[in-house]
């Protein structure tokens, strides 16, 4: 007799093995999901701590990294400006090595110094105001300039560093092409980033030093790029702001820029060049005669 159920439907003790079988199934797939992601996670540690390493290696090596010379033609800390806006060349400052003060000027001409920070916006306002007639008294003979990079608002650049990075790549010029540092001191002014954000990048402050005439230029491109001396520029700074500045009645750096004219602080408006110009006539002038030629105060620069 034929019975009217299908003998091919699973039993209920098949049913029940083939549901532990899905759920052995299903528990050895989570398991291997728990194994590829604790391995994820652990290789993730593992990045992370190699990238911590590393850039703690870094910063030791750096530490424990011997000082090396400065640029040549600033003994002084600074490179000094005289006629036809040549420099004075001097040798480089070997390492860990006192900075040498310039040798005074004629009684004739004046000394101005200043110590600026290339991110600065106060250091770009004296520089927009009176670079055309420091230039001229510089260019006829009348006075010299003498010009300090210091960086001061490297926690102003998004963690690059802006500050340090600029004033190392005027000391690359000042190095390599001492006669085009007045151009392209004025260059990185000119084309000055705002404060808080990451500044100009290394390839156009590369640029920037082409486009003022530099000679050596992949010599220079070099130096900025390996920031050759950077080092340099953290032990000016704080050389600056310790004090004290030599020949000069200003015991050390509190701000940028600091304006000295023959030893004496210029404390006026940064946006008046007449005032700057009459600073810097009373200066020169002597009990005995009144400097040749005199320093002669530009019409104001527009803008």
Not at 139 to 148: F, W
Not at 186 to 210: C, M, R, V, Y
């Amino acid at each position: 007799m034929t019975t009217s159920g299908d003998s091919s439907r699973p039993s209920k003790n098949e049913r029940r093995e083939a549901a532990r079988d899905k759920a052995r199934q299903l528990r050895e797939q989570q398991k291997r999901r728990e194994r590829r992601n604790r391995l994820f996670l652990f290789s993730g540690i593992a990045i992370v701590s190699l990238a911590i390493i590393a850039v703690v290696a870094v910063i030791i090596v750096n530490s424990i990294r011997p000082p090396g010379p400065g640029p040549a033609n600033m003994a002084s800390d600074g490179i000094k400006i005289g006629a036809d806006l040549a420099a004075v060349q001097t040798p480089a400052l070997a390492a860990d090595e006192d900075p040498i003060p310039s040798e005074a000027n004629p009684a004739n001409v004046v000394d101005i110094r200043v110590y600026i920070d290339y991110l600065c916006p106060f250091c770009a306002q004296f520089e927009a105001t009176n670079a055309e007639q420091i230039q001229a008294w510089v260019t006829q003979g009348s006075a010299t300039v003498e010009i300090h990079p210091i960086s001061i608002l490297n926690a102003s650049s998004q963690g690059t560093r802006y500050s340090t990075r600029a004033a190392n790549a005027a000391a690359c010029v000042a190095n390599y092409s001492p006669d085009t540092f007045f151009a392209y001191s004025a260059a990185l002014f000119a084309n000055q980033p705002a404060e808080n954000t990451s500044g100009l990048p290394n390839s156009q402050l590369i640029d920037l030093a082409k486009t003022a005439g530099v000679t050596s230029p992949a010599k220079i491109e070099s130096c900025i790029n390996d920031g050759t001396f950077n080092g340099w520029v953290t032990d000016a700074t704080n050389r600056a702001l310790t004090g004290p500045l030599p020949d000069s009645d200003v015991e050390n750096v509190k701000g940028t820029p600091t304006v000295i004219v023959n030893g004496t602080a210029y404390t006026g408006s940064l946006t008046d060049p007449d005032e700057f110009a009459a600073f810097v006539l009373q200066q020169s002038a002597t009990p005995s005669a009144t400097p040749t030629p005199t320093p002669t105060p530009l019409e104001t620069p527009a803008g």
